[in-house]
């Protein structure tokens, strides 16, 4: 079972810049995608960016140009940082990662999640 630990949330006032990371408990297993989602009070979870093992890399419109996510592939790490802070995006932040098991079942995994605050 692999366990995803994040860290770097916390109150930020607005236009402020933010750095969450996340790493996974295995070093060692193969993950396939690896990035970020983000729940706000009475909205449904939304991906805010997510980086394959190829190292493609996609954004949710909403967050490019401020939001930027990198992975260490090696290491089974992965970090957003956040520039620029609004309101909007307060939520709780989610570190996600998938692999699949070696009878080919997509395995997903998730972090406890971090809060972001926006406030002055």
């Known amino acids: 079972q692999v366990q995803l630990v994040e860290s770097g949330g916390g109150l930020v006032q607005p236009g402020g810049s933010l750095r969450l990371s996340c790493a996974a408990s295995?070093?060692?297993?193969?993950?396939?995608?690896m990035g970020w989602y983000r729940q706000a009070p009475g909205e449904q979870r939304e991906l805010v960016a997510v980086?394959?093992?190829?190292?493609?890399?996609f954004y949710n419109e909403s967050v490019k140009g401020r939001f930027t996510i990198s992975r260490n592939i090696a290491e089974n790490t992965t970090s957003v940082q956040i520039n620029n802070l609004k309101y909007e995006h307060a939520a709780v932040y989610y570190c996600?990662?998938?692999?699949?098991?070696?009878?080919?079942?997509?395995?997903?995994?998730w972090g406890q999640g971090t809060q972001v605050t926006v406030s002055s």
């Open positions: 996600n990662a998938e692999r699949t098991s070696s009878k080919g079942y997509r395995l997903v995994y």
């Open positions: 295995e070093k060692s297993l193969s993950l396939s995608n």
């Open positions: 980086v394959t093992d190829a190292d493609d890399i």
